[in-house]
């Protein structure tokens, strides 16, 4: 991936990732922002993810992890996960293709290390 295309991935992840960890937003609302930067599969998964389970309501940092010719990952940090973010790249445009929750090196709650807000069979 182009540096340009990269950065324009960066900005995606992080707007998609804003929408995503407001789970106090009424579910249609919440499901028109993050459909809006996703994938038509994860679009599909998110259907059946319940907003409220999301762990998270601030972004804290968006880091690049690696990058192809089509795809580029970041590990996101938010207030309650972490999460590993992959952006596909397609006739110029850049949308999230999965998401999953990364395990943490130290304690962040005490609730469970996973992300109950990640829908399941996201991940690549």
Known sequence: MEPSAAAK??????RFVTAWAHPRWPR?????????DATAELAADLETTDPR???ATTVVSVTAESAT?????????TDGA????????SGGRSK???????RRTGPLTPSSPSSPGTPSGTSS
Do not use: H, M
């Not at 795809?71 to 940090?77: C, E, M, N, P, W």
């Not at 972490?82 to 790249?89: E, G, T, Y």
């Not at 999230?96 to 990364?102: D, P, R, W």
């Open 69 to 77: 010719d089509t795809d580029a990952t970041f590990l996101v940090v």
């Open 28 to 36: 249609t609302k919440w499901l028109a922002q993050v459909t809006a």
């Open 53 to 55: 389970n999301v762990p």
């Open 82 to 89: 972490r999460l590993r973010v992959v952006a596909r790249s």
């Open 96 to 102: 999230v293709a999965s998401l999953e929750a990364v």
């Open 9 to 14: 991935a960066r900005t995606v992840v992080t």
